[in-house]
């Protein structure tokens, strides 16, 4: 009788670990699905309706076309290649307003790996130009 009692207690005591075990899987799961990316950032930039020639490609002479593009918190300027921003279609001569995410590449490299995705077009204006 002891034995059978024994041997209950022990299928219990293993049965109870399985559960809390289980439990810690799960909590250690959800804890590394943290979405929040510190390498990425949601922000709203505005992009001038005339494109600048720019030397962005590391190491050469070529200049490429651009567009100046400007963070709306921050100020700071970004002179993007004209399909840089995925899912965005430039047109010439029209100022955009654009909620993007911005995803920071290797910092470990020696040129800037930024990446930008568009979320929303906030605003498309036609802009008159003198010409």
Do not use: W
């Not at 009788?1 to 670990?17: E, F, G, V």
Request: charged letters at 25%.
């Amino acid at each position: 009788m002891k034995n059978k009692n024994r041997d209950l207690n022990t299928k219990r005591m293993l049965s109870q670990l399985c559960l809390v075990l289980a439990f810690i899987a799960i909590l250690a799961t959800i804890g590394c699905n943290n979405n929040n990316n510190s390498n990425e950032k949601t922000t709203i930039i505005n992009v001038e309706p005339e494109t600048i020639l720019n030397g962005t490609i590391p190491d050469s002479p070529d200049l490429v076309e651009c567009m100046e593009a400007t963070d709306e918190n921050t100020n700071e300027k970004y002179y993007l290649a004209l399909h840089h921003i995925e899912g965005f279609e430039y047109e010439k001569g029209y100022r955009y307003r654009l909620k993007v995410i911005i995803t920071q590449g290797d910092p470990q490299l020696d040129i800037p790996t930024e990446n930008f995705k568009l979320i929303e077009i906030l605003s498309k204006i036609k802009i008159q130009t003198d010409e």
